[in-house]
């Protein structure tokens, strides 16, 4: 019975560390654009509204981070209360014994001794990533000009966004050398091997190609939507919520959005949902990015089922949850998600994106 209640108790244990992988994954993933596709959809569905519009978009690489990590901050510490609460029954409090403390600094000892000394690809890497981020915080600062300033046109709109510094980045490695070069070679009478960080035949083969397609085709999905006026339709169709409190219809489309895409992709949702967000926006008089950003969100807050997120889905494959699991701490977790969500929005948010003020071409626009 003894043995029986370990394996039991480690089984559960081994749940919880699953759930926290999946969770983690996703709740990290909103704090910056690049993290997770939904927020690639909502920064390309704002881009084009703003930009259509002669206007610089209001969401950046750098103020997102400021409305999103504090936001993911908070879910990721509802979750790790929950999965403590359901899995590991609190045993955070309790003192663990020195044995146990020695055999996980030891399994956690050799798995570092394992990766062995960094190599010069390695270090090259990393500081094009560290590069990567600090050219996407400067473009545009808050209350400053970034680096972006510098490509303004003469309607002083710029022509440089974070894809920029993305594609420079990318261009860098297929030139940088992936080991250290032997410039005095040619003494020997032979010629320097140059062999670069990232190859063609690499990129073929390693990135993901699926998912770029998946993006595209939605973005055509969703202009499509919008250029057959289905979007205008469902948007109509909706004005039954003009009544409502914005954050009362924030909060009900936030729960519709955070179910759907327990059986749907995250990112076929989020495409399919910025035009219709946009035109619900103008049938209720709200400012736009104000549910366009909680829509997208709320694509990533989705726990309950594997066919949700790509995260939910790997830690499924591993073995060691049942549906019945993820469903049992996926809907409180989804609960507490949006919640916060709601809370984020319509504080730090609202100051952040003004979402009191509705732009002045959207007031036009919304006008009879």
């Not at 996980?104 to 000394?117: F, K, P, T, V």
């Not at 297929?174 to 690499?202: D, E, G, Q, Y």
Request: glycine letters at 6%; charged letters at 15%; aromatic letters at 10%.
């Amino acid at each position: 019975q003894e043995t029986t209640g370990k394996k039991a108790g480690i089984s559960k244990i081994a749940k919880g560390f699953a759930l926290c992988v999946a969770y983690a994954s996703s709740i990290g993933g909103i704090a910056t654009l690049t993290g997770t596709p939904p927020n690639l959809v909502l920064k390309d569905s704002v881009d084009k509204l703003y930009k259509a519009n002669k206007e610089d978009p209001p969401i950046s690489f750098a103020n997102w981070m400021g409305f999103a990590v504090p936001l993911s901050f908070l879910v990721l510490l509802l979750a790790w209360v929950l999965l403590q609460v359901l899995f590991l029954s609190c045993t955070c409090c309790r003192k663990v014994d020195a044995s146990r403390k020695k055999a996980i600094r030891e399994a956690i000892q050799s798995q570092y001794n394992a990766l062995g000394r960094i190599s010069f690809a390695e270090v090259i890497v990393s500081i094009l990533f560290v590069l990567l981020v600090v050219l996407w915080l400067s473009r545009e600062p808050p209350e400053s000009d970034g680096w972006g300033a510098l490509f303004l046109d003469k309607k002083k709109i710029t022509y440089v966004s974070d894809s920029t510094a993305a594609i420079l980045i990318i261009s860098l490695m297929f030139f940088l050398p992936a080991k250290v070069p032997n410039i005095f070679c040619w003494r020997n009478n032979s010629k320097p091997k140059f062999t670069p960080i990232m190859t063609w035949k690499t990129a073929n083969e390693k990135v993901p190609w699926g998912i770029i397609v998946l993006l595209g085709g939605g973005f055509a999905i969703a202009d499509a939507s919008r250029i057959s006026k289905l979007s205008d339709w469902v948007g109509a169709q909706l004005h039954v919520f003009k009544d409502y409190d914005p954050w009362i219809m924030n909060l009900i489309f936030c729960c519709i959005v955070a179910m759907a895409t327990e059986v749907t992709s995250n990112t076929a949702t989020a495409n399919l949902l910025m035009p219709i967000m946009l035109e619900l926006a103008k049938t209720t008089s709200t400012h736009p990015v104000y549910l366009m950003t909680s829509a997208a969100v709320a694509c990533s807050f989705a726990f309950m089922l594997p066919a949700a997120t790509p995260p939910n889905a790997i830690v499924f494959s591993a073995g060691y949850l049942s549906i019945k699991d993820m469903a049992t701490a996926g809907l409180p977790m989804n609960i507490l998600a949006i919640l916060s969500l709601t809370l984020a929005v319509n504080t730090w948010g609202k100051n952040m994106y003004n979402f009191d003020v509705i732009p002045g071409f959207f007031v036009n626009a919304t006008s009879p």
